[in-house]
């Protein structure tokens, strides 16, 4: 059973920065894509950054420019560094995968890590 163990987060000032971090236990799997989404409270569920497959990535518009999603090639992981946060970036932040295991697709959530950011 594959989990996704999430860290980082916390409360931080407009203008500061936080890293978020996500490891994939288990093995073998093969990585199809992962990365970061966020959850406002009365909001769905948005894309912030994802590989979409070999190094390709894909950002939201809001995030352009401050957030920086990386990965580890050792180890199903990625990070997401995120810079001068603002207080619309508040919101629960959830990591995510797919990942292959005998050509068959799984996806997978973290529990989810709040990220606060105060005015």
């Known amino acids: 059973q594959v989990q996704l163990v999430e860290s980082g987060g916390g409360l931080v000032q407009a203008g500061g920065s936080l890293r978020l971090s996500c490891v994939a236990s288990?093995?073998?799997?093969?990585?199809?894509?992962m990365g970061w989404y966020r959850e406002a409270p009365g909001q769905q569920r948005e894309l912030v950054a994802v590989y979409t497959g070999g190094d390709s990535t894909n950002y939201a518009d809001s995030v352009k420019g401050r957030f920086t999603i990386s990965r580890d090639s050792n180890k199903i992981s990625v990070a997401l560094q995120m810079n001068d946060l603002r207080p619309e970036d508040t919101a629960v932040y959830y990591c995510?995968?797919?990942?292959?295991?005998?050509?068959?697709?799984?996806?997978?959530w973290g529990r989810g890590i709040q990220v606060t950011v105060s005015s």
């Open positions: 995510n995968a797919v990942l292959v295991r005998w050509n068959q697709p799984y996806n997978y």
């Open positions: 288990g093995s073998s799997y093969r990585l199809d894509r």
